[in-house]
């Protein structure tokens, strides 16, 4: 992050049990695309829980500098629509700060115009690669000044693309979505093909929207196309509740016994439950209650009780759908009886911080035995309370340290983590909803 901060220790206290029934934010994927689609339809689109994090109020202010208003009405976030095609040249260049979603996606939005469009972001999304976006993009027309392909970058937009058939060579679902966004703009069909499903969440909302977008499987392969000329209209869009931020809240009712806890309205979308998946494999008692559908995504109210857990295989495939959720995994893993072994995980190993080795060091840190072989994570579990009392370092990473705030809550001895102070960036409510649950932290 490059936001300098004072950091902020926390120490979690083991808890009572926790019960109430809650909201966590709106889910991240979602808010982005809500206010993008509503920027490329025609008409109004009206936005509730949407996210307020940084990242998602940075792609506000670029649509807005594109000439498609996006702001707050009261609880409601607005945004007046230029329709397919309509957006305008901005006086100054966009700042996406540190969100690899807004940009990727972003570049499909303006690859549609003929306008130049300077994208610029902090220090670490500067050294993110966007070669994967820009390729595809290149082929349809999208133009780059100076062939770079990081961060500052100034675009050249077409309201000529040509449609183009991809195949992705590593599965990416900013990538996909950002191919299948430029094809709104390209006359005739545009398809990309995926060895591997990946989120699926550009696809619904550019049907709720009104696109003509098409998904079919062919040899094991996916292949989804969009029509070009496309036409949207504004809607009104309910974000649901981000499952990753709903995990740590489900996780711990799990370990602190006595715990009842219902997390209302959380999206549910099979790309990314392989967490909920995992804790019921362990003997976890996690209901998706009320089970409906909203904006074209699937969301449910989730229902957890205090459960004795056993230790699983989590097996690689899985991996994509709960990529984020390992930290916490590890975490109640440690409360398990037996063995969970976790492979797969190579990703974790450049996502915010190395995520795999901040888990092992943790868990070591608070008595938990833990193995790193490759990419596979090893946590053997006491099947019983985790000793606990150590410090944790987080590495400037939010889930690093939600994860061990968990681990707390029903450790013997409590835990303390390093910094606190970047949950704010992916989830500044944590805390305060913990403690409506029941749980107790001193600073």
Known sequence: MSHHHAARPLTTERANALNGSVRVPGDKSISHRALMFGALATGVTRITGLLEGEDVVNTAKAVTALGAPA??????WVVRGCGVGGLTQPTEPLDFGNSGTGTRLMMGLIAGHPITVTMTGDASLSKRPMRRVIGPLKQMGLEIENDRETLPLTIRGSDALTPIRYELPVPSAQVKSAILIAGLHAAGETTVIEAEPTRDHTERMLRYFGADVRTEVK??????????????????????GDPSSAAFLVCAALIVPGSDVTVRGVL?????????????????????????????????DIRVRYSRLKGVHVPTERAPSMIDEYPVLAAVAAFAEGDTVMDGLAELKVKESDRLAATAAGLAANGVNATVAGDTLIVHG??????????????????????????????????????????????????????????????
């Open 71 to 76: 702001g707050k009405e009261g609880e409601t």
């Open 219 to 240: 040899d094991g392969k996916t292949h989804i196309t969009v029509k070009g000329d496309a036409e949207m209209s504004g809607r009104d869009v309910v974000v649901p």
């Open 268 to 300: 549910v979308n099979e790309t990314r439950t392989g967490l909920y998946t995992t804790l019921r494999e362990m003997g976890g008692d996690v209901e998706l209650a009320n089970p409906r559908e909203q904006g074209g995504e699937p969301i449910a």
């Open 382 to 443: 006491t099947g019983g309370p985790v000793a606990g009392g150590g410090t944790v370092a987080t590495h400037l990473d939010h889930r690093i340290a939600m994860a061990f705030l968990t681990m707390g809550l029903a450790s013997e001895k409590p835990v303390t983590v390093d910094d606190t102070a970047m949950i704010a960036t992916s989830f500044p409510e944590y805390l305060g909803l913990m403690q409506q649950l029941g749980a107790h932290y001193r600073g």
